[in-house]
């Protein structure tokens, strides 16, 4: 079983910054992937990052990319998302999500643990 803890989210103005962290507790299988998927009010939950334990490959939304960065501290079982020049279509709340290996793409939205969710709101 793994368990996820979130923080980092707030209120800033469009154009600031943030960054959300995000520790998982459990075994290293289970969170080979670690990613943070979205939903804004009235819309469906969407892919935002993700980055896989070891390569350290990264997969991004076309509408975060060049913005969002995401890392992980594998020592710490931790993954992080620093978001830059944010914008009020990035509203929402982020959750933090993991899985094991498996052969579809991180970018479908299927993982197996997720985070309560932390609320970012960008004004413009």
């Known amino acids: 079983q793994v368990q996820l803890v979130e923080s980092g989210g707030g209120s800033v103005q469009a154009g600031g910054s943030l960054r959300l962290s995000c520790a998982a507790s459990?075994?290293?299988?289970?969170?080979?992937?670690m990613g943070w998927l979205r939903q804004a009010p009235g819309k469906e939950r969407e892919f935002v990052a993700a980055?896989?334990?070891?390569?350290?490959?990264?997969y991004y939304s076309g509408s975060v990319k060049g913005r969002f960065t995401i890392s992980r501290d594998t020592g710490k079982n931790t993954v992080y998302l620093q978001m830059n020049s944010l914008k009020p279509e990035d509203t929402a709340v982020y959750y933090c999500?993991?899985?094991?290996?498996?052969?579809?793409?991180?970018?479908?939205?299927?993982?197996?643990?997720w985070g309560q969710g932390t609320q970012v709101t960008v004004s413009s």
């Open positions: 999500a993991t899985r094991g290996p498996r052969a579809n793409t991180p970018i479908s939205g299927e993982y197996d643990y």
């Open positions: 459990g075994g290293t299988f289970s969170t080979n992937v």
């Open positions: 980055i896989i334990r070891g390569g350290g490959s990264t």
